[in-house]
């Protein structure tokens, strides 16, 4: 069957309304895409995600921390806090029951001169407000010491209810349930025209399949997760810059480290002032293996993902304020990624809007998911299941 038959099976017919079946696509298989493939499939709306990279998740979604972060750091009103929260609570629930390898292994905040004892006061009231969901406890120098004894800290906090998941087993799985559900998954096709239909009826959407040329099909709604394809997939509809905020791609890299880690758990320096990224840390995945990263590199060419050994030295001189003992000829380069930000220099919040408003019903725009992404994707995915029924 070609993908365009099989595309027209996995369509309703018919024009709906508010709250029934509806055909949707979703633009981009990155965790977003798929958490809300699966979202709307059990909703009961026949749902088609078109990918244009022969792999899903290959962009963002395979080149971070794999953090199921605690919600600690933004706006207690902030979307990324409030998804945050709901999406860890959905997500470990998620790995549960599908198996999905995760651990939680806690993370230390760790202030390592008495001078950056107030910003820990200000995470510790900012986790107090966002509710019982974000416990943190206050730690002395001698409890880091005994709990992790490479590490250096004049006070630290504590969030057990931080862990590290398997990002693309979570992603496999979301896949699976989504097919299963009904949904077909394309991989190799690229939104590359929209066309809203007459009255507010739909969106003609013309893909381009890497092997068959064109096909145009028509679909009621329309999710674009494209990650850093987003603000091109809304121009389509014409939604450009001035109608919706646009993504600026910031580099982070990584770098490993070799031999044992220095610690069993993760490792955050008190994050600076503007939240650009949260510092460089200690991040281990499941194997125990320890990295750090990422940095923030604001002027790197987008998407060239080569990480600079050149950029050792600040490394090991960002992490040895709290890990002193740590060696730069320990320090490999490693992976980068790019965040879709939509600021670098104050918070911005993740954007998630369907634009009625703007004559277009049913199209909705996903814009700005960095951190905490992952963790929040079960939560952003329920989100859109919301706006598409409203
Ligand atoms: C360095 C770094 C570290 C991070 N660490 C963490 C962490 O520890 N914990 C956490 O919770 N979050 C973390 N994040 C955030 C998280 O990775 C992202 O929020 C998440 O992966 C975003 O997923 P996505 O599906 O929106 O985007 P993506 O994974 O980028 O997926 C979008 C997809 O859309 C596709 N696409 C684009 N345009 C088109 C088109 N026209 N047609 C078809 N397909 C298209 C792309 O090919 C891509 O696969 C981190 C991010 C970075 C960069």
């Known amino acids: 069957m070609s993908p365009g038959s099989q595309l027209s099976n996995a369509q309703s017919s018919g024009i709906h309304t508010a709250g029934q079946p509806r055909d949707v696509l979703v633009v981009g298989g990155g965790v977003v ?28 979604s395979s080149r971070n921390s794999e953090v199921v972060h605690a919600g600690i750091y933004y706006p207690t009103e902030s979307l990324k806090t409030r998804l945050c929260v709901e999406g860890r609570a959905r997500l470990l629930a998620f790995c549960a029951a599908e198996r999905v ?26 986790a107090a407000a966002a509710g019982p969901e974000v416990p943190l406890q206050r730690w002395t120098a001698a409890q880091v010491r005994a709990r992790a004894p490479a590490v250096r800290a004049v006070e630290a906090l504590w969030s057990a209810g931080t862990g590290i998941v398997d990002g693309h087993a979570f992603m496999h799985r979301l896949r699976v349930r989504a097919e299963a559900l009904g949904a077909l998954v394309l991989l ?15 969106y003609h959407v013309t893909l381009q399949a890497a092997d068959a040329g064109h096909e145009t099909h028509r679909f009621d709604a329309v999710v674009n997760a494209a990650g850093h394809g987003a603000n091109a997939v809304a121009a389509l509809v014409g939604l450009d810059a001035g109608r919706v905020p646009q993504q600026i791609p910031v580099k982070g890299s990584y770098f490993t480290l070799a031999g044992a880690a220095p610690a069993d758990t993760l490792v955050y320096p008190v994050p600076r002032p503007n939240l650009v ?6 991040t281990l995945d ?41 060696r730069e000829d320990d320090l490999q380069p ?57």
Do not use: M
């Not at 190799?188 to 739909?202: F, K, L, M, S």
């Open 188 to 202: 190799r096709h690229t939104v590359v025209g929209v066309r809203p239909g007459a009255g507010g009826e739909g």
């Open 33 to 60: 895409g798929l958490a809300c493939a699966r979202a709307l499939s059990l909703a009961g709306h026949a749902v088609v995600l078109v990918e244009r990279h022969g792999l899903l998740g290959s962009e963002t």
């Open 334 to 390: 490693d992976y980068s990624g790019f965040r879709p930000k939509l600021a670098t220099d104050r918070f911005a919040d993740f954007y998630l809007a369907e634009h009625r408003a703007e004559g277009l019903p049913g199209w909705v725009n996903l814009l700005g998911i960095e951190s905490p992404g992952l963790t929040a994707s079960l939560a952003i995915a329920a989100r859109v299941c919301q706006l598409l029924d409203a």
């Open 101 to 126: 390898p995760h651990r939680l292994c806690g993370k230390l905040i760790v202030a390592t001169e008495d001078d950056e004892r107030p910003a820990l006061d200000g995470i510790e009231a900012r």
């Open 277 to 282: 990224g949260l510092g460089t840390h200690l």
């Open 286 to 326: 499941l194997g125990g293996r320890a990295r750090l990263g990422p940095d923030v590199e604001l002027d790197a060419p987008p998407f060239d993902h080569t990480v600079d050994p050149a950029r050792r030295a600040r490394f090991a001189q960002a992490a040895r304020r709290f890990l002193p003992a740590l």
